[in-house]
């Protein structure tokens, strides 16, 4: 089993990199990727990555350690908050967790329904088709369960069209599951990788949502990611 989205102490965890990992040892995990937001402001990042390589190091015989990033999309342009150098992080992960409204500004959610779904599906668009370095798409449909957004079948397929054109891996997020996933899923399964993240922000969040990782991999592993052969990613 894998888990590639677990937050630690250096962005908004609870829990030292280190217990995380020894979590998903005890938990079983094969995989796991340690998960931080960054944004361009972010100091620690190289304190970061040395501490992943330790555990990596550290730990090899028993579980393989990624280091992964995740960076908002900032605006309607697709445009994320991060910095070139974060790139040699294994896992770059965008993500839309408030709906642009441009010049600068975010839906506070009072918007009519219609705005705040086209502007998700147009921010969204944009950061998969002008972000080649970002590898992978975090909790796709948080901002249509934020804001109850219908989502119908055309919706799916176009962006499950897009998501297949643009290669990048798609996470099936056990903290946002949304009812019109698995339709998404199925369109996708076999064209993209897919990754299963738990987004835990702690080694008891990692306990609680077990289960639901275990029925996650049964249903959709064998069309998961599990090794990224990235050069120096040890
Ligand atoms: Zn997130
Ligand atoms: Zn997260």
Not at 86 to 107: N, Q, S, T
Not at 129 to 155: R, W
Not at 175 to 187: E, I, R, T, V, W
Request: proline residues 3%; charged residues 25%.
């Amino acid at each position: 089993m894998i888990d590639l989205h677990i937050h630690s102490t250096f962005s908004d965890g609870k829990d030292f990199p280190e217990d995380m990992v020894r979590a998903a040892i005890a938990m079983g995990l094969q995989t796991v990727a340690l998960c931080e937001h960054v944004r361009q402001t972010t100091g620690w990042f190289p304190e970061y990555i040395r501490e992943v390589q330790r555990l990596k190091q550290k730990y090899k015989k028993i579980i393989r350690v990624y280091s992964a990033i995740e960076v908002k999309v900032v605006d309607l342009a697709g445009n994320i908050d991060t910095r070139p150098e974060f790139f040699v992080a294994d896992i770059v992960y965008a993500a839309v967790h408030r709906v642009p409204l441009g010049k600068g500004e975010f839906c506070s959610g009072q918007e009519d329904r219609k705005t705040l779904k086209s502007n998700w599906l147009s921010c969204l668009r944009a950061a998969i088709l002008h972000n080649d370095h970002v590898t992978a798409l975090a909790h796709l449909f948080l901002p249509a369960i934020q804001y109850g957004l219908e989502i119908n079948k055309s919706d799916i397929q176009n962006l499950a069209q897009l998501v297949a054109s643009s290669e990048k891996a798609v996470e099936i997020s056990l903290k946002y599951g949304h009812p019109a996933q698995d339709q998404f899923f199925y369109l996708l399964a076999g064209k993209v990788p897919f990754t299963i993240g738990s987004d835990s922000h702690s080694v008891q969040e990692m306990l609680e949502r077990k289960q639901a990782l275990e029925i996650a991999w049964k249903k959709w592993g064998r069309f998961c990611e599990c090794r990224i052969d990235r050069a120096g990613s040890g």
